[in-house]
Structure formats: C-alpha cells, structure tokens
C-alpha cells in the first residue's frame, strides 16, 4: 500500500482563488473532465485544510482542473511513483522511455527498489529530471555512495573523486572543496581520538557518527540544482 502523497494544501487554495474558482468549480471539472463521479466541494475544502489528501488519480484530476502541473500541488517527491506522479507520466510512458517491462517497472515502484542497468537508470535520471541526490536513491546507490566517501575520507580523497563524480553525475570541480573539507574534519577527529589513551572518547564517537551520517553530510555540502 502506498503511503499518502506529499501535498501543498496552500498551494491548491492559492491556484484557486487566483483563477477565481471556488471548490465547487474545481469539484465540477474535475467530475466532467476526468470521470470522478464522487469528488464533491467538500473534498476541496479538505485538501486545502489539510485535513484529507488527495489519491493518485485525484490529485492529477485536481491539476488539471487548477490549469497546473501536478508537481505545482505536490511537496518535495521522495519516491519513484511520487517523481513520476510530479511529473504527470503514467506508468507505462516510464516503462516504455527506461526499456523495463510494465510489469517489472510497476514492481519496483511497489517495493521502491529500482534493478534496472546502468543506462535504465540514466535514461529513468533524465525522463524525471531528477536531481543528483534522488538520483543515487531512488537507483539504490546510497550504500556504494556511502563505501567510496568514507574511503575518501579515511585515506586521499583525490583517488575516489573520479569515482564519486561517475556516480552521483557530477562535475570533479564540482566535489574538490567538500571531498577536501570532509577529509579534514575527520582528519581531526581521528587525530583528536589516537591522541588520547584508549580512544573512547568523545572525539571517537564523533568520528563514528561522522561516518554514520557522511552521506547526508556529503549532500548538504552540495549546492542545490
């Protein structure tokens, strides 16, 4: 069962009133145009109370009928049905555009573990417009991700940067300054630890928990795209 979609209940209301409609307008198109015989204005007022959230199919109905893309009423997709969905495509056009059958596609959103090869998911990275950090995600990649910068860390960052680039699809230039930035502080924080009898110390936990947390570390050091 899929968990509830992110919705922007202010979003809704404000693209509302500014096409001067009120829920039972959107009620009504969303009925004659799309075939949802039971959306009533009391649905309206629901979503954009955030009281209630709006399925799959309603929430693309309720686009249409707002004149808007359906990432416009969404929050910040987590998931590959939530890109896809954001992106208003069916299913079939993402199985069809990525080469992986319907089937095996509609699996993997059900279990929101991507399988396909390596240029499935580059063709899945550029239909969605997906960005660098949900890429590696969705794809299944945190963990190698994980491997290679806790290497570049603990030794010389330089001999990993090629291959962090290749993964998460972007430009060397681009990683120099966090890559160097997070070899130093951990850096510290181990000399900090062996420069203490025993190592159990504060300066050790950090270090654990710095390599605990060095994806999300890792991403917060990178400009938004």
Known sequence: MHSP?????????????????????????????????????DHIAAWERGTAV?????????AGALWCAPRELMGAPRTLRE???????????VARVTGVGLDAYLHM????????????????????????????????????LAHLLTEA???????????????????????????RAMHQEYQTLLAATLSRAGGATASGEAGRQFIDDIVNNF????PER
């Open 109 to 144: 959103e059900e279990t929101g573990q991507w399988t396909g090869t390596k240029g499935q998911s580059t063709a899945l990275g550029d239909l969605l417009k997906l960005p660098p950090r949900d890429f590696v995600s969705i794809t299944g990649q945190e963990g190698e």
């Open 5 to 41: 979609l992110p919705f922007n209940a202010r979003a809704a209301r404000i693209l509302r009133e500014k096409l001067g409609m009120a829920p039972g307008h959107v009620a009504y198109g969303m009925r004659a145009s799309y075939g949802l015989t039971h959306i009533t204005p």
């Open 83 to 93: 890109h896809r969905l954001a992106r208003g495509l069916a299913a079939e056009d």
């Open 153 to 179: 860390v603990s030794t010389r960052w330089q001999a990993h940067i090629r291959a962090i680039a290749r993964l998460v699809s972007l430009d060397r230039r681009d990683l120099q300054e966090p890559l």
């Open 54 to 62: 709006p399925t799959a199919n309603e929430l693309t109905a309720l």
């Open 219 to 222: 991403w917060s050091r990178i």
